[in-house]
């Protein structure tokens, strides 16, 4: 829409209030709302401010005057409001300057796909993301000076087997969650609702389903989009989830690993680039793909150790990402094999269907900035022809200790995937995409708000360890 057909979908709608939202550094959405009589022309251009100081990442208390500016294009009804509301996501602006903000995470992946355009290697970058997350019955957690604990719950868990009273006894077994059909999938009608909330707002459904681990683990998986309205629409896809799970008095979580034993959550991601309406990524290649899409995969496996620090940006990630029959940890590119960080999909034959899915990302991302900087990642390998090496086709998780050694493998911590991007980072500054202020920001939000602070409180488990040491 535009925003003269925004000012007239509102009025059909009977909008009471606006409400907008942007999204943070580190990747949640804020929001603040206005009355529908703010709601004009002059909004869409001149945007309506507000203190930037709290908000995670941003300005300091001394320069924290910023702006909203509402996309017309994202206008929707809020399917969660008593009150009518309009719901638009905004980009954030200098109200001195007129400037975009340099750390507004949609404007970065506005200049990622801008920074495309201009190479001339390509015009649009398709992403696919498959987002897995947990619908739990309760979530409770605590840290304080003498204590730490946390407490998660579902009544469909196979820790539930046992508890006493009505108790049906239809719970999927650790690593069995994978397509069982009700009663063992007790999530399916919530997953229906959160599909037909989506697809009243615009975003196209492929699937649903229960995933592989016990306790009410599910996925739903968007219809391929162009980079930002793919990053839009991933945040108003866990909008809706979390809403949807409250309606119900349950709660969702995309924290990456919530559950001992058992697997955690990712968010396979597809990805693809097009120019004047053409795929660029088939060919005659291996596995039908280009050479443009090889060097594309050379990119990725070559800068995987940076792009961890945004594409897996948790303490928690790495308690999913680590070695064994879970996550793709292991470097390597092939057709079909999920064992590899980058698979091929071969379920069509068609040029249009031919694609890359990156498999180590998990849904903890800020996904503005997760897809920014992977396309930054392919675009630099076109531009060097960075080879990928050969593909494996070999289970991945079944090789020998020789063989295995000389396979590259994903960081195996936060601390890791930092010091990695502080070391390589030059590819995400071209183009002034990502800006040195922005990497600075992020590396030390890291450091002192989420590593030193995990790494200076003792862990429930060091208990049971050492204290009767």
């Given at each position: 829409?535009?925003?003269?057909?925004?000012?007239?979908?509102?009025?059909?709608?009977?909008?009471?209030?606006?409400?907008?939202?942007?999204?943070?550094?580190?990747?949640?959405?804020?929001?603040?709302?206005?009355?529908?009589?703010?709601?004009?022309?002059?909004?869409?251009?001149?945007?309506?401010?507000?203190?930037?100081?709290?908000?995670?990442?941003?300005?300091?208390?001394?320069?924290?005057?910023?702006?909203?500016?509402?996309?017309?294009?994202?206008?929707?009804?809020?399917?969660?409001?008593?009150?009518?509301?309009?719901?638009m996501v905004c980009d954030i602006m200098d109200p001195i300057t007129r400037e975009s903000y340099s750390r507004d995470p949609r404007y970065i992946a506005k200049k990622a796909e801008a920074y495309l355009t201009k190479s001339k290697i390509g015009d649009t970058s398709y992403f696919g993301p498959e987002a897995e997350f947990f619908i739990l019955d309760s979530a409770r957690f605590d840290q304080t000076a003498n204590s730490g604990y946390y407490f998660i719950n579902s009544e469909e868990g196979i820790w539930e087997s046992g508890k006493e009273g009505i108790n049906s006894g239809y719970?999927?077994?650790?690593?069995?969650?994978?397509?069982?059909?009700?009663?063992?999938?007790?999530?399916?009608?919530?997953?229906?609702?959160?599909?037909?909330?989506?697809?009243?707002?615009?975003?196209?459904?492929?699937?649903?389903?229960?995933?592989?681990?016990?306790?009410?683990?599910?996925?739903?998986?968007?219809?391929?989009?162009?980079?930002?309205?793919?990053?839009?629409?991933?945040?108003?896809?866990k909008y809706i989830c979390k809403n949807v799970a409250k309606r119900h008095g349950k709660t969702v979580t995309f924290m990456p690993k919530p559950i001992f034993g058992d697997n955690g959550s990712g968010m396979h991601t597809h990805q693809s680039i097009w120019k004047d309406g053409k795929p660029l990524f088939a060919g005659n290649e291996y596995a039908g793909i280009s050479k443009m899409c090889l060097y594309y995969i050379g990119g990725i496996l070559k800068h995987a150790h940076a792009l961890a620090a945004f594409t897996n940006p948790t303490t928690n990630s790495y308690k999913r990402l680590t070695p064994g029959f879970e996550a793709p940890v292991n470097l390597a590119y092939s057709n079909r094999n999920r064992s590899a960080s980058i698979r091929i999909p071969m379920y069509s034959p068609s040029p249009k269907a031919k694609r890359i899915e990156v498999r180590f990302p998990d849904p903890a991302c800020n996904p503005y900035l997760a897809f920014a900087a992977m396309l930054m990642a392919g675009i630099d390998g076109i531009e060097n022809k960075i080879d990928p090496g050969k593909p494996i086709e070999k289970d991945l998780y079944d090789l020998e200790p020789e063989e295995a050694a000389k396979i590259r493998t994903m960081p195996g911590s936060l601390d890791q995937a930092i010091s990695n991007l502080e070391a390589d980072h030059a590819f995400l500054l071209k183009g002034g995409v990502f800006t040195p202020d922005v990497l600075e920001t992020w590396i030390s939000w890291k450091k002192t708000k989420e590593m030193d602070p995990m790494r200076l409180r003792p862990h429930p488990y060091e208990f049971f360890l050492y204290y009767d040491a």
């Open positions: 829409m535009t925003a003269k057909e925004v000012l007239e979908f509102a009025k059909k709608n009977k909008v009471q209030v606006v409400d907008l939202k942007f999204v943070d550094l580190l990747g949640t959405w804020q929001h603040f709302t206005i009355p529908t009589s703010e709601l004009t022309e002059s909004l869409f251009k001149d945007g309506n401010g507000f203190d930037g100081s709290s908000i995670r990442g941003w300005q300091a208390i001394n320069n924290s005057d910023m702006l909203v500016v509402p996309d017309p294009k994202t206008a929707i009804i809020d399917p969660f409001c008593q009150v009518a509301t309009l719901s719970k999927p077994r650790h690593k069995e969650g994978y397509f069982p059909v009700p009663p063992t999938d007790s999530q399916q009608d919530i997953r229906s609702e959160m599909i037909l909330e989506m697809e009243k707002a615009g975003i196209v459904i492929e699937k649903h389903h229960h995933e592989v681990a016990t306790a009410g683990q599910a996925e739903i998986d968007m219809r391929f989009d162009s980079l930002v309205t793919m990053a839009d629409k991933v945040m108003l896809y």
